[in-house]
Every structure is written in C-alpha cells, then in structure tokens.
Nanobody, 120 residues
C-alpha cells in the first residue's frame, strides 16, 4: 500500500546542484518524520538530513551548509536541495519515513533509492 518514490537523481558536474523529491503514496494517516540517507559503494549508509512533523531539521556533518531539506505536508513529499556538489557526494540516495496508516503504532518505510553521480 504505502510507497516512497524518489525522483530527481542524475549526473552533475562538481559545483552543480540537484533537487531530489520523495513522495509518500497510499493510505497514510500521519507522518512522524522523513529523511534522506545515502550509501556509496563499499560504505555504510549514512544520514543526510531529517525533518520531523514540527519542521525541525538535522543534517549530517558532511552536507551541512550545502544541502537543505524541506517538505510539503499536503503532498506528503520531502525534498532535498543539494548545492555545491562534490564527487564524494556520489551515492545512492534513499528516502525514509516513519509514518502511520491508521491511528496506530507507526512503522518505517524505505524508498528504493535514486543514483546521484557527481563528476570532477
């Protein structure tokens, strides 16, 4: 029922920008939080940015000052604006959400990921 679908990934030169979107679809009662993670080949998945239902944000140290997470509550969509991209930002970017499909205990969902490649 519930799906997280990412879009906006692609290839960009160092110093360029990309904006990723993630739309949560299906039967959704409420969303507690949404986030972006990324995973480069041979490395652990790491947190990029989070935003909760109150609009509070947190960023990973490696992207702070360059990336901005935002949301459109009415559309159940989260975005990340990525500026001043570096080759080390190359990774598969995953959308994550903690949400409820009814007045019940929330659970986590993952998108299938979108590739971001930054060339030097």
């Amino acid at each position: 029922q519930v799906q997280l679908v990412e879009s906006g990934g692609g290839q960009v030169q160092a110093g360029g920008s990309l904006r990723l979107s993630c739309a949560a679809s299906g039967k959704i009662f409420s969303i507690n939080a949404m986030a972006w993670y990324r995973q480069a080949p041979g490395k652990q998945r790491e947190l990029v940015a989070t935003i909760n239902s109150g609009g509070n944000t947190n960023y990973g140290d490696s992207v702070k000052g360059r990336f901005t997470i935002s949301r459109d509550t009415a559309k159940n969509t989260v975005y990340v604006q990525m500026n001043s991209l570096k080759p080390e930002d190359t990774a598969v970017y995953y959308c994550w959400s903690l949400l409820s499909v009814s007045p019940s205990i929330p659970r986590t969902y993952w998108g299938k990921g979108t590739q971001v490649t930054v060339s030097s």
